[in-house]
């Protein structure tokens, strides 16, 4: 018996979905690039709360010879530096908004079923994501004294604008970027490209690719920092395999 081909309505032309694609990048470009001004305008605000763990770290600690101060060593250091806070904290401010065209892109292919967790996959992608760049923003200063600390002593600290925020920024992106992975496996569960039984025998690997995953991304390169990526990352990974097989284990009953 052959299955039935979709209704017509629901098959959309090649040159349909390109268009539909672009409308989804235009509208996400324009959420970006405002909340890029947004950030803008908010510069001073927004560069004193990156540097706040910085600061507390040198009143807290003058054995390390710092003053809390960030240097341009160049002329387009300050610009540069203020340029990268905009985007990346345009593209943070705008990722709700990123993160619904998404899903409005590839909702057509999904079905009815799968449709409807649309709105608890784009909450807890934001929730996730501001979690964990709240956890990186919280290790800051434990990864930043254990750095001072291994300079050596007689070190006077003295950071650039560019790479201090180089180095916040990508710490964040990283905490980030890797709180979403428990979305990512329990959709992969949910479209049947994994199995919940083999994420459960193969814990054990899932393990330590995620802390070796967290030494590689984690840019300080401190084992605090990694300890405080890795072990929630792995609380996660099983919370999302076990939430992946209620899901698909009251799909499997509600067909049956």
């Known amino acids: 018996m052959t299955k039935s081909a979709p209704p017509p309505e629901t098959v959309m032309p090649l040159m349909e ?21 947004v950030i803008l305008a908010l510069y001073d605000p927004v560069k004193n709360f990156l540097t706040r763990p910085y600061r507390d770290l040198c009143n807290e600690r003058p054995e390390f010879k710092c003053d809390g101060s960030l240097f341009a060593l160049g002329p387009l250091d300050g610009f540069s530096a203020r340029m990268r806070i ?4 345009g593209l943070v401010l705008a990722l709700p908004v990123v993160l619904w065209q998404i899903w409005r892109f590839i909702v057509p ?35 930043l004294e254990f750095l001072i600390t291994w300079s050596g002593t007689d070190v006077t600290q003295s950071y650039q604008i560019t790479k201090y925020v180089s180095l916040v920024v990508l710490m964040m992106l990283a905490f980030g970027v890797g709180f979403l992975s428990p979305v990512l496996i329990v959709f992969l569960q949910l479209v049947g490209a994994v199995r919940p039984k083999t994420l459960i025998k193969q814990w054990r690997f899932a393990i330590l690719g995620i802390f070796v995953a967290a030494a590689v991304i984690t840019p300080s390169g401190d084992p605090f920092s990694m300890l405080a990526l890795a072990v929630p990352l792995t609380v996660l990974y099983l919370i999302a395999v076990l939430v992946g097989w209620l899901l698909t284990r009251r799909r499997t009953s509600a067909v049956s």
């Open 17 to 37: 979905h390109l268009r539909e694609l672009r409308t989804r990048i235009v509208r996400s470009l324009l959420a970006v690039a405002v909340s890029t001004i």
């Open 86 to 89: 905009c985007a990346y904290g």
């Open 109 to 143: 292919a999904l079905s009815r079923k799968e449709k409807q967790y649309a709105g608890p996959f784009i909450a807890s992608s934001i929730v996730l994501f501001v979690v964990g760049c709240s956890l990186a923003y919280w290790t800051l200063d434990k990864a």
